[in-house]
């Protein structure tokens, strides 16, 4: 949760005042992926991460409630650690069902 507060609340407003809403939702994503890629993500990993947080700035941009951002990317962040723990723990069942 904190990369919603860091790019949505300082990244993108920020760059909203300088540039408009495209370009700073652009920039935001562009940064955004830069720092997780850094962290983690490889292949294709990346694209869907930018894919990602364009459509967090989009979904801010037409709500302006940072609520829903953060009820998508903990959406997304369910199903990431689902799949984590299952690639390296086939044995460990997380999918509760």
Request: hydrophobic residues 60%.
């Amino acid at each position: 949760m904190w990369d919603e507060l860091f790019f949505i609340n300082v990244c993108y407003a920020v760059l909203r005042q300088l540039f408009g809403a495209r370009t700073a939702n652009l920039a935001q994503a562009v940064i955004y992926t830069t720092v997780l890629w850094t962290m983690a993500f490889r292949g294709f990993g990346p694209v869907f991460v930018f894919l990602f947080a364009l459509t967090q700035g989009v979904m801010y941009e037409r709500s302006r409630v940072l609520l829903w951002v953060l009820a998508a990317h903990l959406i997304v962040d369910y199903f990431l650690f689902q799949a984590v723990v299952s690639a390296h723990y086939p044995d460990f069942s997380v999918w509760w069902h």
